[in-house]
């Protein structure tokens, strides 16, 4: 069966601080990996995709890395604008639509 | 510029149905994979249905067989059908656009607002 386990399911830091997400695939999906932010009341955001191409647009304190099974999100310098829950989806799969349970990111 | 709206959400009783549309522009959905992925309250992303360019569809466990999607070229618009609901598809239904990097998936790159579906009596 395959799994996909996002860590933290929450976490609080303060602006400016660099914060780190992690999802991790069993069995490995090479770099089949997007991340996403979700603001309350909106849809989601195309953060990343291909676990490290930065989408348009996107500011250049988000970051992807990984390969395989493990993979992480970082935010090097966490802004009042980043508050929002962030997913990760696994799509070496058609059709696509394994989502990671989610981290809520909160200002400390 | 992209843009997916969504709309026909609302109250319905448990065993109704209901038709949920979302709009496209910016570009042609039957040159793309179009999904629907819900999200129940407080919860995490959970995905539908899929309909290709070429017309095949697919469902999650969950829906199959209550849940019918579609769409109609003229009006660049993509539908869900949902008959036989019950509480557990009380959600936030976002339509979304599918972009196939190789034959082996693609990651939607295009969500809409949203619209709430609410089963309840």
């Known amino acids: 069966d395959f799994q996909m386990t996002q860590s933290p399911s929450s976490l609080s830091a303060s602006v400016g601080d660099r914060v780190t997400i992690t999802c991790r695939a069993s069995p490995g999906i090479s770099n089949f990996l997007a991340w996403y932010q979700q603001k309350p009341g909106k849809g989601p955001k195309l953060l990343i995709y291909g676990a490290s191409t930065l989408q348009s647009g996107v500011p250049s304190r988000f970051s992807g890395s990984g390969s395989g099974t493990d993979f992480t999100l970082t935010i090097s310098s966490l802004q009042p604008e980043d508050v929002a829950t962030y997913y990760c989806l696994k799509y070496n799969s058609v059709p696509p639509g394994t989502f990671g349970q989610g981290t809520k990111v909160e200002i400390k | 510029e992209v843009q997916l709206v969504e709309s026909g959400g609302g109250l319905v009783q448990p065993g109704g149905s209901l038709r949920l549309s979302c709009a496209a522009s910016?570009?042609?959905?039957?040159?793309?994979?179009m999904s629907w992925v819900r999200q129940a309250p407080g919860q995490g992303l959970d995905w539908v249905s899929v309909i290709y360019s070429g017309g095949s569809t697919f469902y999650a466990d969950s829906v199959k067989g209550r849940f019918t999607i579609s769409r109609d070229n003229s009006k660049n618009t993509v539908y869900l059908q949902m008959n036989s609901l019950g509480g557990e598809d009380t959600a936030v239904y976002y339509c979304a656009r599918v972009l196939m990097t190789t034959v082996l998936g693609g990651y939607f790159d295009s969500w809409g607002q949203g619209t709430l579906v609410t089963v309840s009596s």
């Open positions: 910016g570009f042609t959905v039957s040159n793309n994979y």
